[in-house]
Nanobody, 123 residues
Framework: QLHLVESGGGLVQPGGSLRLSCAASGFNLNDYAVGWFRQAPGKKREEVSCDGIRDDDTTYAHSVRGRFTFSRDNTKNTASLQMNNLQPEDTGVYYC????????????????WGKGILVNVSS
């Protein structure tokens, strides 16, 4: 069973930082591409970042490039998203999703999703 759990969300003021983590259990996360997605209130879910299985294969949405950084911790079987200089438009529910042996993270091809975690950027 492909089990994912997100953590690290919460309320933060504009300009602040949060670090989201996606913990995997029951499988080796390195065998999968990992995508971070978010869904803002009233909007469709969108891809924020994707790390494929190839080296140096991380992509970012234009809106977060330079502020968000994806990383993996192979010893803990986790993936993280460091989010700096957060803005109100970053508010939403953030999900991690995995894709078997993939180079990209098309939402329709995600094999398993976490339940999501809320990020609220507000003063």
């Amino acid at each position: 069973q492909l089990h994912l759990v997100e953590s690290g969300g919460g309320l933060v003021q504009p300009g602040g930082s949060l670090r989201l983590s996606c913990a995997a259990s029951g499988f080796n996360l390195n065998d999968y591409a990992v995508g971070w997605f978010r869904q803002a209130p009233g909007k469709k879910r969108e891809e924020v970042s994707c790390d494929g299985i190839r080296d140096d294969d991380t992509t970012y949405a234009h809106s977060v490039r330079g502020r968000f950084t994806f990383s993996r911790d192979n010893t803990k079987n986790t993936a993280s998203l460091q989010m700096n200089n957060l803005q109100p438009e970053d508010t939403g529910v953030y999900y991690c999703g995995i894709l078997w042996s993939a180079w990209a993270c098309p939402e329709t091809s995600v094999d398993s999703w976490g339940k999501g975690i809320l990020v609220n950027v507000s003063s």
